[in-house]
């Protein structure tokens, strides 16, 4: 994605123009940990489904939505108060050290909990397979904990090219687990472990990473100022990881609900539809990463025109940009699905995908901009804005899914997805004072 920038939007180029240069390598790099989360996804699916079978498929689905939410918890927000602040001043040890030891307090505690609760939760799910799966995500959710504040780091110094290789890494290296794991011939309901393996070394890549980042430390008398920056990252993160909990929530109710009336085969019918609309999904999330350093530092300058006028540009962009390609995958699809599962098992799938791809298309140019109240410094109202979407997307899925099975859950996420628009505006414009 390029904005052309006119003479008078000059200071619009990623980060005072410094960041310009390696623009195309951010997009080439980001955009290719897309591809690589797509074939991850799709090959994590087939051979589950090949050697396997939909039960183990819909075990392991639900499972990831238990570990993407408990990862979520587990970094206790801090990430967000990194990105809302370090864009200030980009290689402030002062700022990210504040954030380790709350960060990895956080982590610790919700990895366990999540390992005391996985009988519970599998009990509740009517699947004792689902508890097996859960264990063996436990030191995974610590790793993804931590590993989210840690690429906060890399999100907020912006660059982009160093965030877009190691979100290539993090699928690299889950899919060379994936081949590791199937080729010991583990069982179904054990193959979560590949999350817990693939974090854990992207961990130790990340901590390298920040140790170097520290070593070019800036002298500021913003991040000199006398904060407790962990205390300060605590209470930002507090107020903010309800929004990301419901985020997170909200991308994975659809498939804990449909789990509640339907049985394990048919949440795996739908679950590929439904990793179908999230790789496309990642596509949009790659606009968001982009925009939170920029966001954020004209936010922070007071360049509210300025702002507004940038992301009028990025949405027109961002629209076009997801009904061609969106259009495109919805009429590959049948073909894609057939080639790739030939039994004719996953055929189902194709509406509930279709309607997601509807819903996502929409919303898209306002989904590019959704963290934005976060990284302008307006946690809670970034924490209502998400809750509220989260409630009407459980409340249409209660609505829908006991009709309409998983057309029901595709129709009801789509409208989450569309109420994105009119929401955004209203907390922008009367409450943010930006017009976005």
């Given at each position: 994605?390029?904005?052309?920038?006119?003479?008078?939007?000059?200071?619009?180029?990623?980060?005072?123009?410094?960041?310009?240069?390696?623009?195309?390598?951010?997009?080439?790099?980001?955009?290719?940990?897309?591809?690589?989360?797509?074939?991850?996804?799709?090959?994590?699916?087939?051979?589950?489904?090949?050697?396997?079978?939909?039960?183990?498929?819909?075990?392991?689905?639900?499972?990831?939505?238990?570990?993407?939410?408990?990862?979520?918890?587990?970094?206790?927000?801090?990430?967000?108060?990194?990105?809302?602040?370090?864009?200030?001043?980009?290689?402030?040890?002062?700022?990210?050290?504040?954030?380790?030891?709350?960060?990895?307090?956080?982590?610790?505690?919700?990895?366990?909990?999540?390992?005391?609760?996985?009988?519970?939760?599998?009990?509740?799910?009517?699947?004792?397979?689902?508890?097996?799966?859960?264990?063996?995500?436990?030191?995974?959710?610590?790793?993804?904990?931590?590993?989210?504040?840690?690429?906060?780091?890399?999100?907020?110094?912006?660059?982009?090219?160093?965030?877009?290789?190691?979100?290539?890494?993090?699928?690299?290296?889950?899919?060379?687990?994936?081949?590791?794991?199937?080729?010991?011939?583990?069982?179904?309901?054990?193959?979560?472990?590949?999350?817990?393996?693939?974090?854990?070394?992207?961990?130790?890549?990340?901590?390298?990473?920040?140790?170097?980042?520290?070593?070019?430390?800036?002298?500021?008398?913003?991040?000199?100022?006398?904060?407790?920056?962990?205390?300060?990252?605590?209470?930002?993160?507090?107020?903010?990881?309800?929004?990301?909990?419901?985020?997170?929530?909200?991308?994975?109710?659809?498939?804990?609900?449909?789990?509640?009336?339907?049985?394990?085969?048919?949440?795996?019918?739908?679950?590929?539809?439904?990793?179908?609309?999230?790789?496309?999904?990642?596509?949009?999330?790659?606009?968001?990463?982009?925009?939170?350093?920029?966001?954020?530092?004209?936010?922070?300058?007071?360049?509210?025109?300025?702002?507004?006028?940038?992301?009028?540009?990025?949405?027109?962009?961002?629209?076009?940009?997801?009904?061609?390609?969106?259009?495109?995958?919805?009429?590959?699809?049948?073909?894609?699905?057939?080639?790739?599962?030939?039994?004719?098992?996953?055929?189902?799938?194709?509406?509930?995908?279709?309607?997601?791809?509807?819903?996502?298309?929409?919303?898209?140019?306002?989904?590019?901009?959704?963290?934005?109240?976060?990284?302008?410094?307006?946690?809670?109202?970034?924490?209502?804005?998400?809750?509220?979407?989260?409630?009407?997307?459980?409340?249409?899925?209660y609505a829908l899914v006991p009709t309409y099975g998983m057309e029901g859950s595709a129709?009801?996420?789509?409208?989450?997805?569309?109420?994105?628009?009119?929401?955004?505006?209203?907390?922008f414009r009367h409450f943010a004072r930006i017009k976005l």
């Amino acid at each position: 994605m390029q904005v052309k920038i006119r003479p008078a939007d000059r200071h619009l180029t990623l980060v005072e123009t410094k960041a310009a240069p390696s623009a195309s390598g951010s997009l080439i790099w980001n955009y290719l940990s897309v591809a690589l989360l797509g074939v991850t996804g799709l090959l994590l699916n087939y051979l589950v489904a090949l050697l396997y079978d939909a039960s183990a498929l819909g075990v392991l689905n639900q499972a990831l939505a238990v570990f993407v939410f408990a990862g979520q918890l587990a970094s206790a927000g801090i990430g967000h108060s990194l990105l809302a602040h370090l864009p200030k001043d980009p290689h402030s040890s002062v700022i990210v050290k504040g954030a380790l030891l709350p960060a990895f307090l956080s982590a610790v505690t919700v990895s366990t909990l999540t390992f005391l609760l996985a009988g519970w939760i599998g009990g509740a799910l009517s699947s004792p397979s689902v508890t097996t799966a859960i264990y063996y995500l436990v030191p995974g959710i610590f790793f993804f904990g931590m590993n989210k504040v840690l690429l906060s780091v890399v999100n907020a110094q912006n660059r982009m090219v160093h965030f877009g290789m190691y979100s290539v890494a993090r699928y690299g290296l889950l899919l060379v687990a994936l081949i590791a794991v199937i080729s010991q011939h583990f069982p179904g309901n054990t193959l979560t472990v590949i999350f817990s393996l693939s974090e854990g070394v992207l961990f130790l890549v990340l901590s390298a990473d920040t140790f170097v980042s520290l070593r070019r430390r800036t002298a500021s008398a913003f991040s000199d100022m006398p904060h407790d920056w962990r205390l300060r990252h605590l209470v930002f993160g507090l107020k903010s990881v309800v929004s990301g909990l419901a985020l997170e929530a909200n991308s994975r109710v659809d498939i804990l609900i449909l789990g509640l009336f339907l049985d394990d085969g048919a949440v795996g019918v739908y679950s590929v539809a439904a990793l179908m609309a999230e790789g496309f999904l990642q596509m949009i999330v790659v606009v968001q990463n982009l925009n939170h350093p920029i966001v954020s530092r004209l936010h922070a300058k007071g360049r509210r025109k300025e702002l507004e006028t940038y992301a009028w540009k990025v949405k027109r962009l961002t629209w076009v940009g997801a009904l061609a390609i969106g259009s495109l995958a919805v009429v590959a699809y049948p073909s894609l699905i057939e080639l790739i599962f030939p039994s004719g098992a996953y055929g189902a799938s194709f509406w509930p995908f279709a309607l997601l791809m509807a819903g996502i298309v929409v919303a898209s140019g306002a989904l590019g901009f959704q963290h934005s109240l976060l990284v302008t410094g307006f946690p809670l109202l970034h924490s209502t804005y998400i809750c509220g979407l989260l409630i009407l997307n459980v409340v249409f899925n209660y609505a829908l899914v006991p009709t309409y099975g998983m057309e029901g859950s595709a129709m009801a996420t789509a409208l989450a997805f569309v109420t994105t628009i009119p929401l955004q505006h209203f907390l922008f414009r009367h409450f943010a004072r930006i017009k976005l």
